[in-house]
């Protein structure tokens, strides 16, 4: 299974707007096991804290409580789509694939291409 960045970007900002509410509108077409391996990704690295719900006999099941400041941090790096976009093109034109970097490389392209936006 691999890690899908934009899936994560999705699954922080329908945290951070609320979660019970917004769930169905973000993932219907997400297939289950892709969507929930990307969600215990976000939390293995830190940018979730979930509640985990343990019973005899069947797998642990979670669920998103809260965003981290880390996690915070990189919303706010990914929440413009002109600079996704343009951070996807970057990616491309190196010949990598944007959605499949590692997580700081990903933050720290958002963040220079958001610099770029800033102080250009």
């Known amino acids: 299974m691999k890690r899908d960045m934009e899936l994560i970007i999705n699954i922080l900002k329908c945290i951070e707007e609320g979660w019970e509410e917004n769930f169905e509108e973000y993932f219907a077409e997400v297939e289950d096991y892709h969507f929930w ?3 215990w990704l976000t939390r293995d690295f830190g940018l ?5 719900f343990h019973s005899l006999g069947k797998e642990t099941t979670f669920t ?3 965003i981290t400041w880390e996690g915070h941090d990189f919303l706010d790096a990914a929440r413009s789509e002109a600079v996704v976009s343009e951070a996807k093109e970057i990616a491309k034109k190196k010949g990598l694939d944007f959605l499949n970097l590692p997580y700081e490389l990903t933050k720290s392209l958002l963040v220079e291409v958001t610099k770029g ?3 250009s």
């Open 48 to 52: 979730i804290e979930t509640q985990d």
């Open 117 to 119: 936006a800033l102080f």
């Open 37 to 39: 391996h990307n969600v």
């Open 64 to 66: 998103p409580t809260r």
